[in-house]
C-alpha cells in the first residue's frame, strides 16, 4: 500500500514552480508513482550498511516519520479527491492485501479495480460520498464558468463528461469503473505534467526577451546601447561559475556526500548514500528525493541575491537533471529509483567517467521564429483585450449616464413632491375669521 501512495504522490513537480510555472510549479507526484507506493504496504527492511561508518562525522539530523510525511500537491484540478480515495482504500485489509501482491502493470491496465467490488460496505459507503461531494464540486466549478459568460440554459449533467477521472453516468456510485478511471486519468496527466512544465518555461523565457525588446524600443540610441551593454555584461556574469558536476555522476554524489551529509569522500558507498537520502525510508528514491541530490549543484550557479540569477531557470535546471538522472537509472520507467537500479548505475562508466554537463547557459530556449510566432499571438490577446476593455468601458460610460438620469429624475421627482406638500398646506389654511383669527 505504502508503494503505491508512493507511486502516486512522490513524484510531482512543486507547483510551484513557475507560477504555473508557479504552477505551479509547488509540486511532483506522478500517478504511476501512486499506483507504485500503493502496491506494497510493507516492504521487508533493507538490510544493514555494509560499511562501518564514524558517527561523530555525520551531521545530525532529526528522524524522519514517514507516517507524517504528506503526500505533495500533484497539481491535478482533482488532487485533493485522488487522496481521499486512496486514504480510504487504505483502511479495507482485503484490498490492501490485493496489492501487496500486485505489480505495476496490473493497477495501470485496471485489473486491479475489480477488487473493489470485494471491499467492505463501510469503504464502499465512504467512496460513495466521496464521489457524490467530487461531482457536486465539478458542477460547481461549471456553473461558475458559465455564469462568468452568463450563459444559461446549459445542461450541467452533460457538461461532466469532459471530466475523466470518475464515471459521470453514476454521479452517487464510486464503482471499480471509477477506479479505474481515476487511475488512468492521474497516470496519463501526470505522464505529460513535465512536458507541459517545459512549455511553460519557454513561453516564460520568450514573453521575457519581448518585454525586453520592447523596453529598448522606448529608449534613445544612448539609453539602449547602455543597457544592451548591461544585459551583455549580467549574461556573462551568470555564466561564469565554478564547473556543474554531471547529474548522478560519482563525482556529484561524492559531492553530497561529502558537503551535505558531513562524511569523508574516502568512505563513499553507493548503497548506504541510497538510504541516507532514502528520507522516507519506503525503499525508493522518488522524484523529490533525487532533485534534493542537486542542489549544491543547482548553487554554483544560481544565488537569489544576484540580479543576474533567474531562480525560474533553477527550478527548470532542475527539472532537467532530474529528468536525466531517471532516463538513466530508472530502468522500468516507474518513475521511482529502488536500490537495485541505483547500485546498477554506479556500475555503468557513464558514472566514473561522465561526459561534461551543460547549464541552461549553453541552451537555446526558442528560435526568432518561434519568438515571432509568440509575439503575433500576444498583438492577437491583446487587441482582444482592448476590445474587450473598450466595451466595458462603453458599458460603464453607459451605466453612468442611466444613473445620472437617474439621480436628475429622483431630484426632479422630490422637488414636485415638496411642491405639492407646500400646496397642500396652504390649501389647508382658511380665510382669517372676522375678529383677525384664521381658522384652520
Known sequence: MEKFRSHLFFSTPPLFSVGILTLTMKWRTILPQ??????????????????DIDK????????????KIEPPDTGLYYDEYLKQVIDVLETDSHFREKLQKADIEEIKSGRLSKELDLVSHHVRTKLDELKRQEV???RMLIKAKLDSFQDTGMDHHALLKQFDHLNHLNPDKFESTDLDMLIKAATSDLEHYDKAR???FKKYEMMKEHERREYLKTLSEEKRKEEESKF????KK???????NHP?????LKEVWEEADGLDPNDFDPKTFFKLHDVNSDGFLDEQELEALFTKELEKVYDPKNEEDDMVEMEEERLRMREHVMNEVDTNKDRLVTLDEFLKATEKKEFLEPDSWETLDHQQFFTEEELKEYENLISVQESKLKKKADELQKQKEDLQRQHDQLEAQ????HQVVVQQMEQKKLQQISPSAPGGESKI
Open 410 to 413: 429622483k431630484l426632479e421627482y
Open 56 to 67: 561523530t562525522k555525520v551531521k545530525t539530523t532529526q528522524p524522519v516519520d514517514s507516517a
Open 136 to 138: 457536486a464540486r465539478l
Open 232 to 235: 551583455a555584461e549580467m549574461k
Open 34 to 51: 501512486c499506483c507504485l507506493l500503493l502496491v506494497t504496504c510493507a516492504l521487508p527492511a533493507l538490510e544493514a550498511v555494509p560499511i
Open 248 to 252: 548522478g555522476s560519482k563525482d556529484q
Open 198 to 200: 517545459h512549455e511553460e
Open 238 to 244: 551568470h555564466e561564469n561559475h565554478p564547473k556543474v
